[in-house]
């Protein structure tokens, strides 16, 4: 049996670590007067449903910060299996209007881009902000959702993106 590591945990190490888990794969776009911007994320994370509240955790040196630090919405659109392109091109160093040339867009009420297709889309207004470390955590509110997407789900782990079958729904679950 792996002997457990002891601490100090090292960054690489801990990035290794992270790399096992396997994340759903969403988009955070946002558009208003810091212009519009997104980026490829799996650190977002709901946090209540009174009221609907998620997080998401953007590194303060990504291109995106700056409008996000700007702007008070954004718009998490979580990827299916179909979207792996999309999910390159918004996943760092291509230009903005090149990222969202790849797909097509449309909104919800707040303004920032809703991803068409999206499997699930939660558009929010960004209620809160905490700089952690190398990240900024922004605490938003979900003000609106899109639930149009068919199709599996994307999923990135051991650094590569994935796109397994769901499994049908149980019985009971069955609509
Ligand atoms: C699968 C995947 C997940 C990512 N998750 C995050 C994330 O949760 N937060 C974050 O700040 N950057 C995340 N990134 C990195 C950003 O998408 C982006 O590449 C980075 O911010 C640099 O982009 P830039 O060239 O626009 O500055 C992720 C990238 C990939 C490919």
């Given at each position: 049996?792996?002997?457990?590591?002891?601490?100090?945990?090292?960054?690489?190490?801990?990035?290794?670590?992270?790399a096992?888990i396997?994340?759903?794969?969403?988009?955070?776009?946002?558009?208003?007067?810091?212009?519009?911007?997104?980026?490829?994320?799996?650190?977002?994370?709901?946090?209540?449903?009174?009221?609907?509240?998620?997080?998401?955790?953007?590194?303060?040196?990504?291109?995106a910060?700056?409008?996000?630090s700007?702007?008070?919405?954004?718009?998490?659109?979580?990827?299916?299996?179909?979207?792996?392109?999309?999910?390159?091109?918004?996943?760092?160093?291509?230009?903005m209007?090149?990222?969202?040339?790849?797909?097509?867009?449309?909104?919800?009420?707040?303004?920032?881009?809703?991803?068409?297709?999206?499997?699930?889309?939660?558009?929010?207004?960004?209620?809160?902000?905490?700089?952690?470390?190398?990240?900024?955590?922004?605490?938003?509110?979900?003000?609106?959702?899109?639930?149009?997407?068919?199709?599996?789900?994307?999923?990135y782990?051991?650094?590569?993106?994935?796109?397994p079958?769901?499994?049908?729904?149980?019985?009971?679950?069955?609509?």
């Amino acid at each position: 049996m792996t002997e457990p590591t002891t601490i100090p945990v090292e960054a690489a190490d801990y990035r290794t670590a992270m790399a096992r888990i396997a994340s759903a794969v969403h988009l955070v776009t946002t558009a208003g007067p810091g212009g519009r911007a997104g980026f490829t994320a799996t650190a977002v994370c709901s946090v209540s449903d009174e009221p609907p509240t998620l997080l998401v955790c953007i590194n303060r040196t990504a291109s995106a910060h700056a409008a996000l630090s700007v702007n008070d919405t954004l718009c998490v659109n979580t990827l299916g299996a179909h979207q792996m392109d999309v999910a390159g091109a918004f996943g760092g160093r291509t230009p903005m209007d090149e990222r969202f040339a790849t797909a097509s867009w449309g909104r919800l009420v707040t303004g920032s881009p809703v991803l068409n297709n999206a499997r699930v889309a939660f558009d929010c207004r960004i209620v809160g902000r905490h700089a952690v470390a190398t990240h900024d955590v922004l605490v938003c509110e979900v003000v609106a959702l899109a639930c149009a997407g068919t199709g599996d789900g994307l999923l990135y782990a051991d650094r590569r993106y994935h796109a397994p079958p769901l499994q049908a729904p149980a019985r009971d679950d069955a609509a």
